[in-house]
Nanobody, 123 residues
Framework: VQLQASGGGSAQPGGSLTLSCTAS????????MGWYRQAPGRERELVAR???????KYADSVSGRFTISRDSAKNTVSLQMNNLKSEDTAVYYC??????????????????WGQGTQVTVSS
C-alpha cells in the first residue's frame, strides 16, 4: 500500500493550504485515514483522522480551523487548513490505519505512512 501526498507549501499567518493524499495498492478496506505532523524537535502528533463510517477526531489545536474529508470510493483524504498559525509549521504525514490486507483466508491489519510534506507558516 502506498500513500501519495500532495499540497502543502508556504502560507502567511491567517492563510490557507490544502493537503491531499491518495492510497493505492492491494487492500480490502482502509478503516482510518488521517494526518499527523511533526515539528522540529517535537514528537509526531495527530492532526485529524476520519474513520470509514465518518467519525472524525481533531487535535484541540486545530479544531475549528482545519477540516478533514474523505472519499472512501477513491481512497483519498484531504485536509483543508484555514487561519494558519506559525505553530502549524511542520512536516505533515498522511496516515492509513487498520488497513485490511492479505487473502480472504488470511486477513490482517497494517498501518502505512506517506512520505511527508512540508507546511511552513511565516510572514
Amino acid at each position: 500500500v502506498q500513500l501519495q501526498a500532495s499540497g502543502g507549501g508556504s502560507a502567511q499567518p491567517g492563510g490557507s493550504l490544502t493537503l491531499s493524499c491518495t492510497a493505492s495498492g492491494t487492500f480490502f478496506v482502509i478503516n482510518v485515514m488521517g494526518w499527523y505532523r511533526q515539528a522540529p524537535g517535537r514528537e509526531r502528533e495527530l492532526v485529524a483522522r476520519v474513520g470509514s463510517r465518518g467519525t472524525i477526531k481533531y487535535a484541540d489545536s486545530v479544531s475549528g480551523r482545519f477540516t478533514i474529508s474523505r472519499d472512501s470510493a477513491k481512497n483519498t483524504v484531504s485536509l483543508q487548513m484555514n487561519n494558519l498559525k506559525s505553530e502549524d509549521t511542520a512536516v505533515y504525514y498522511c496516515n492509513a490505519e487498520r488497513v485490511v490486507i492479505g487473502t480472504p483466508t488470511d486477513l490482517r491489519e497494517s498501518t502505512y505512512w506517506g512520505q511527508g510534506t512540508q507546511v511552513t507558516v511565516s510572514s
